[in-house]
């Protein structure tokens, strides 16, 4: 390598687009050589949810009644699910719940699915869910004008179905995915296990939550996770580098 000074720079990015990173600096003299085990800084759950706002919007029970944002989400937390019946990424979720079945029962009074017409639930495999939970509840939804609401709001792509969110008090966001996501009826789990109802902080973007990369030639170098999100990989560091040095980004496949 050549001498100087280098920075090896790690990112583990989050399900909500926050990057955490892991830092290492040393230096290479004239005909040395050095070896530096790579880490990923590891989150917490905390870490992957939000607090936003809902914005309005309605739904129809099966009797053609009005329900509004603030009836599905008020009394602790809900998972809201917009289901395409039929197609992969729905049937992914759904093969999850069933694989998971014992602790979806723990907290099915709390889900609502939303699905285009009465027909839907005569696709096979929505109908066996419903079997298995009968006290999900059903709701009826265009998703012309919701989908793309509240996929923007929670920073999903709002294109891709099914849109997932988990609610934590009445119009308020907490965690969404949208499309094919390996691992989401894990994540469901958990944040229904292990999220306590109703946070006390008010409801807005969660601020950036600081944190320190390890650096055991350095101690800890503060940064915050807006900022390290805003500026990876452009270059920015999440402090100042030394002169003549050589910075490594790295981030996992």
């Known amino acids: 390598m050549i001498p100087g000074t280098y920075r090896i720079i790690t990112t583990n990015r989050l399900p909500n687009g926050n990057q955490f990173a892991w830092e290492k600096t040393f230096t290479i003299k004239e005909g040395g050589q050095r070896e530096?085990?790579?880490?990923?800084?590891?989150?917490?759950?905390?870490?992957m949810l939000e607090r936003i706002s809902l914005p309005e919007f309605e739904v129809k029970d099966s009797a053609g009644?009005?329900?509004?944002?603030a009836e599905l989400t008020k009394g602790g937390k809900k998972i809201?699910?917009?289901?395409?019946?039929s197609r992969e990424p729905t049937e992914h979720i759904l093969n999850e719940m069933l694989e998971h079945a014992e602790k979806f029962h723990e907290f099915e009074n709390s889900i609502s699915f939303m699905i285009r017409t009465p027909e839907a639930k005569q696709d096979?495999?929505?109908?066996?869910?419903?079997?298995?939970?009968?006290?999900?509840?059903i709701y009826y939804d265009s998703f012309e004008e919701n989908i793309e609401l509240l996929g923007r709001r929670?920073?999903?792509?709002?294109?891709k179905l099914p849109l997932i969110l988990v609610t934590n008090?009445?119009?308020?966001?907490i965690y969404a995915t949208s499309g094919y996501n390996v691992g989401t009826g894990d994540m469901l789990i958990r944040i229904m296990e292990e999220v306590p109802d109703k946070p006390s902080h008010k409801a807005g973007r969660l601020p950036?939550?600081?944190f320190s990369a390890e650096n055991p030639d350095t101690g800890k170098i503060p940064c915050?996770?807006?900022?390290?999100?805003?500026?990876?990989p452009s270059g920015l560091l999440p402090a100042p580098l030394p002169s003549k040095c050589i910075p490594l980004l790295c981030a996992p496949p």
Do not use: H, I
């Open 154 to 159: 929670m920073y999903v792509d709002p294109d």
């Open 224 to 232: 915050g996770v807006s900022e390290c999100r805003q500026t990876f």
């Open 36 to 47: 530096e085990t790579l880490r990923l800084r590891e989150a917490q759950l905390g870490d």
């Open 208 to 210: 950036a939550l600081p």
């Open 65 to 69: 009644n009005t329900v509004t944002c």
């Open 124 to 137: 096979p495999l929505l109908a066996k869910v419903l079997k298995m939970f009968p006290n999900v509840s």
């Open 169 to 173: 008090g009445e119009s308020v966001g």
């Open 80 to 85: 809201l699910m917009w289901l395409e019946e």
